[in-house]
Nanobody
Framework: QVQLVESGGGLVQPGGSLRLSCAAS????????MGWYRQAPGKQRELVAR???????AYADSVKGRFTISRDNAKNTVYLQMNSLKPEDTAVYSC????????WGQGTQVTVSS
């Protein structure tokens, strides 16, 4: 079993920044890819960014150049640095980890509004 705990969401003005964190615990040595999805009200869930155990990353086109995903394997934590935030980035952001199964965090709300 893997447990994921997210933190760092909140309310920010357009153009601002937030950093999300996702700390993994439990049977972590089997974790490979980790990443973030988001879901806004009335919209489908969208893969925002992912990173594999070797540090290779991928991003949704909508966040390229603004968001950066990183991973600290010593701390079993993945981060999502979000810069130049836009109102359309408003969503619940959820962290996931691929191991023998796929595990999910509880989600954290990000609201971009003036």
């Amino acid at each position: 079993q893997v447990q994921l705990v997210e933190s760092g969401g909140g309310l920010v003005q357009p153009g601002g920044s937030l950093r999300l964190s996702c700390a993994a615990s439990g049977v972590i040595f089997l974790i490979g890819r980790m990443g973030w999805y988001r879901q806004a009200p009335g919209k489908q869930r969208e893969l925002v960014a992912r990173i594999d155990s070797g540090g290779n990353t991928a991003y949704a086109d909508s966040v390229k150049g603004r968001f950066t995903i990183s991973r600290d394997n010593a701390k079993n934590t993945v981060y999502l640095q979000m810069n130049s935030l836009k109102p359309e980035d408003t969503a619940v952001y959820s962290c996931y980890a691929d191991s023998r199964s796929q595990y999910w965090g509880q989600g954290t709300q990000v609201t971009v509004s003036s």
